[in-house]
């Protein structure tokens, strides 16, 4: 006797069942894999690559890719100390000025026969000097955070042209400029040096007892202050980072460009703040990444790039990058809200 043929319904069902559990599957791994925000991220950065690449046939050349790479690694340097002040729920918005007085202070004193090398870690220390003071308005005062750094932003605007007196510093020797437009192999130096910056601070903001702490006092400053964390210390070592890097920063772009311009810096702590945001980290502090800020610095690279090959006029570039800031503080203000909402 002769088997029966399965049914033709009881076949479709089965794939159907199978079907909808592979969907419910693939579902909940982009569930999982979007909760962190860098997978996003990464995602529309190689979608804009993708899109770049048709719109426009100069994106991927070697000299715009090489000039991308290099601008954004000077935003993604002072990102790591941003992203550890707002972790800490301290703002800094002088750090585009401290950039500028970090390369106005190495450009002068290598101007009166300083050492390069010497002047460009004197520089950083100009950059770590500001930070201090930030700190200790902020920790010993008590000032919030963005007021005193607000008052630093003009201190060290103010500063930077006191020190080049106004003009551009220029006649630099090409030994100063190894560290702005020399490669290590293939790969530009201040490109290095943001990869060994990002890869120490994001290891050091996991493992480290010190630097890990801040995350629980950005989340609850009584808590942490209770359970024994120096929250005043925290801060402090924060914005001193962010002045030692930004002064860095300043440093690797006046080797780069080979002058000084007194207003070198304008416009980088707004870029690096809407990177911040768009790479996860929270304005309420306790959350984010050194790796997510530095692909969000990317993403706001990406579309600056954008916008001049392009060909939209300078006035739109500002409408266009203003309007992602807001956008990436109003996300910033839902995902709060849903988490306090979730919390309760």
Known sequence: MKNPKP?????SSSSLRFLSAAVSRAARLLRRTFRYREFAIVLVILLAFAG?????????????????????????????????????????VSVGSVLGLGAAAVGSLIRTGINPFLASAMAVGVGGAAGSVNGFFVTKLGINAIIVTLGMFNVARGLAFVVTRGVPVTGFPRVFT??????IGPIPVPIVIMVL??????????????????????SNEEAARLSGISVKR?????????????????????????????????????????????????LDGGR?????????????????????????SIVWQKVVLGAFLLLAVAVDRLLSRRRAVAAT
Request: glycine content about 14%.
């Open 178 to 183: 190894i560290l702005g437009r020399g490669q």
């Open 52 to 92: 770049l690449s048709i719109a426009s046939p100069f994106f991927l050349t070697a000299m715009n890719l090489r000039s991308l790479f290099v601008g954004i690694s000077l935003d993604v340097i002072i990102a790591v100390g941003m992203t550890m002040g707002l972790v800490l729920g301290c703002l800094d």
């Open 288 to 312: 984010g990444t050194v790796f997510g800020a530095s692909l969000g610095v990317l993403f706001m690279g990406l579309v600056n790039n954008a916008l001049i090959l392009l060909g939209v």
């Open 234 to 282: 925290a801060r402090f070592a924060s914005m001193v980072i962010s002045g030692c890097l930004a002064g860095l920063a300043g440093v690797l772009m006046a080797s780069r460009l080979s002058s000084v311009q007194p207003d070198y810096g304008a416009g980088t702590a707004f870029r690096v703040v809407a990177g911040a945001l768009i790479g996860g980290v929270s």
């Open 7 to 11: 049914s033709r319904n009881g076949s």
């Open 197 to 218: 910056l990002v890869a120490i601070f994001g290891f050091l903001m996991r493992r480290s007892r010190f630097f890990h702490q801040m995350y629980f006092v950005g």
